[in-house]
């Protein structure tokens, strides 16, 4: 069974940083495009920073500058540093990726894979 598991969320003060992780694990037969996205209440979830399986990055105007998505060496795990935190980035963040499970006969269907999310709070 293919599944996202995310850590690293918590509470911290405006201005200090995070790092939160996301691993891909289970029998995975190609992964792609991993990103994080967020929800807050009363919102729709929005996309925050994204990375392609040949490291392009796409990032939210508000990430920009103070974000950083990247993979892991074995590409199935990505990280969102998040560096001088403000109260409106408090959200749920939930990890993302586009991936085919390994199946006994090749390739599964490609399908978008969320995590269970993470809770960022920020206080000001």
């Known amino acids: 069974q293919v599944q996202l598991v995310e850590s690293g969320g918590g509470l911290v003060q405006a201005g200090n940083s995070l790092r939160l992780s996301c691993a891909a694990s289970?029998?995975?037969?190609?992964?792609?495009?991993m990103a994080w996205y967020r929800q807050s209440p009363g919102k729709q979830r929005e996309l925050v920073a994204a990375?392609?399986?040949?490291?392009?990055?796409n990032y939210t105007d508000s990430a920009k500058g103070r974000f950083t998505i990247s993979r892991g060496n074995a590409k199935n795990t990505v990280y969102l540093d998040m560096d001088n935190l403000k109260p409106e980035d408090t959200a749920v963040y939930f990890c993302?990726?586009?991936?085919?499970?390994?199946?006994?006969w090749g390739a599964g269907n490609e399908r978008n894979y969320w995590g269970q999310g993470t809770q960022v709070t920020v206080s000001s």
């Open positions: 289970g029998k995975i037969f190609s992964l792609s495009t």
């Open positions: 990375i392609t399986d040949d490291g392009t990055t």
């Open positions: 993302y990726a586009r991936m085919s499970p390994s199946t006994g």
